[in-house]
């Protein structure tokens, strides 16, 4: 099973940009991988946030990251970031990585998760 560790959490007003880390233990980022990011707040149940196939140059993102965040790899560093502009306090969340075989972006069957990371932005 892939390890998968997350980095770059923290705490932000409402408005300011963050990005998240994702380093892998192994080549997660042949054409055979989907990488994606989700989140969950207290009291909810974790959501899908954004997902990236490298096989298929192609990204999917939740409606509400839409136009503010952006998945991205580095191949080289084995990492998958997530960039994320004009946060909001309902952004506040614990984000994890994820990947799963296969070439098509689905917001399902993500099988090796990383431990997650808080982000907590602040009105």
């Known amino acids: 099973q892939v390890q998968l560790v997350e980095s770059g959490g923290g705490l932000v007003q409402a408005g300011d940009s963050l990005t998240l880390s994702c380093a892998a233990s192994?080549?997660?980022?042949?054409?055979?991988?989907?990488m994606g990011w989700f989140r969950q707040a207290p009291g909810k149940e974790r959501e899908f946030v954004a997902a990236h196939s490298w096989s298929v140059r192609n990204t999917y993102y939740a409606d509400s990251v839409k136009g503010r965040f952006t998945i991205s790899r580095d191949n080289a560093k084995n990492t998958v970031y997530l960039q994320m502009n004009s946060l909001k306090p309902e952004d506040t969340a614990v984000y994890y990585c994820a990947a799963k075989k296969g070439v098509v972006i689905t917001t399902a069957g993500f099988t090796s998760w990383g431990q997650g990371t808080q982000v907590t932005v602040s009105s």
């Open positions: 192994e080549r997660t980022f042949s054409s055979s991988y989907v």
